[in-house]
């Protein structure tokens, strides 16, 4: 049968039940649901709507057996049109509800993805990236008539042009990278093994169970802990899953009440990672200013001290004042590192040591201290 998700069904149940304080699950159609919580409310969108597959009758391997491939009515659509209109719909409906800070993922196939793309655009999504997920493990394309289909497509859009203040922890991911920036080609396996749900009979209970680490990537990378985040299309819960155990808060929004109840079991089961685990990762921009003053006032440095770099090559004066000397020269840490050097411009928190009876240290690893007990106080 050819439906059109345009609204909820007559029968479709109109309850909620929460499985966290900070984690429920809204039985309903996601539009309906979405135009209940406030404008404006909302930190980050992941949404994994139908692909509209538009796959005709059974798919088989060459052996005749029967592949376990989408075909389930909530995939199926009237005409590109019906669709359309769809993703119109619970676009808008998320846009209404994102803070003017707030992002939003969309995660598709070459079915789908250009043609949500394509609306994005024209409800006034501003195109941050798009991600592809290259699986290591895909499904072969079993009537070796095209290439196996080895990758899923994310769009990763801010509400509008104009939007400022958006969360992307540039630092964390490439410290986490190796010191590499994050690249815009994600290579995670399939959902396999243990992590996939499965019913009573041994059957997987969604067929397109996305993998944790792939969500993990996405709200590590776009929210910070603490942060509101709704999934429309709630499946089994992965979204919800990983969210509680980052320490996000979560809506998630879902038609079919066996899907509901896997997700309601599996996050409940969910322990959320120690505090510790989830401090934002502090960069030089958004870290505490701490003026090389303060070293002094604080008794961490002591005017009359001498500053040297790392070779011992330039010595200077710390005066009682917070500025330090060098000859006749008297200036900032960062103006007389720069005179030493015979340079225009110094980081003088790199470059000026003191002495210690272990050896040379940095007077930013005095600086971090001091950052360390602003941010436990």
Request: hydrophobic fraction near 40%; aromatic fraction near 8%; include cysteine.
């Amino acid at each position: 049968m050819v439906v059109s998700r345009r609204g909820a069904s007559a029968r479709a149940p109109r309850t909620k039940f929460e499985s966290h304080p900070d984690s429920r699950i809204v039985v309903g159609d996601c539009v309906a649901e979405m135009s209940k919580l406030p404008s404006g409310s909302v930190d980050l969108v992941f949404a994994d709507p139908p692909y509209n597959l538009q796959l005709k009758g059974d798919l088989k391997r060459p052996d005749e057996s029967h592949v376990d491939a989408v075909n389930n009515d909530w995939d199926k659509f009237s005409s590109f049109a019906a669709y359309d209109d769809f993703t119109r719909a619970w676009l808008l409906a998320c846009r209404r509800i994102m803070k003017p800070s707030a992002t939003l993922w969309v995660i598709g196939s070459y079915h789908n993805i250009f043609r949500v793309g394509s609306i994005m655009q024209d409800l006034g999504f501003w195109v941050l990236n798009d991600i592809v997920w290259r699986k290591t493990n895909p499904m072969p394309n079993f009537r070796g008539r095209r290439f196996t289909n080895a990758h899923e497509t994310m769009i990763w859009a801010a509400r509008d042009e104009n939007a400022k203040g958006y969360t992307f922890n540039y630092e964390a991911l490439k410290a986490a990278n190796e010191d590499v920036q994050a690249r815009s080609d994600w290579l995670i396996p399939l959902c396999t093994g243990d992590e996939r749900l499965k019913g009573s009979d041994g059957k997987k209970v969604h067929p397109t169970q996305k993998p944790e680490g792939l969500l993990a990537r996405v709200l590590l990378s776009s929210s910070k802990p603490g942060d509101l985040v709704i999934d429309p299309f709630n499946g089994t819960g992965t979204t919800g899953a990983v969210a509680k155990r980052l320490g996000r808060r979560y809506i998630g929004f879902e038609r079919d009440r066996v899907y509901a109840d896997a997700a309601e079991a599996r996050i409940a089961a969910i322990e959320p990672l120690p505090d510790a685990t989830l401090a934002p990762f502090m960069t030089a921009r958004s870290a505490p200013r701490v003026a090389f003053s303060e070293l002094i006032e604080r008794g961490i440095i002591s005017p009359g001290t001498k500053l040297v770099d790392s070779k011992k090559r330039h010595g200077a004066l710390v005066r009682a004042d917070g500025a330090i000397m060098l000859g006749d020269k008297v200036g900032s840490i960062h103006r007389i590192g720069a005179v030493a050097q015979g340079s225009e411009a110094c980081n003088g928190w790199t470059f000026w040591h003191i002495e210690t009876k272990k050896g040379l240290r940095l007077i930013d690893e005095l600086r971090a201290e001091i950052r360390s007990e602003m941010a436990a106080g």
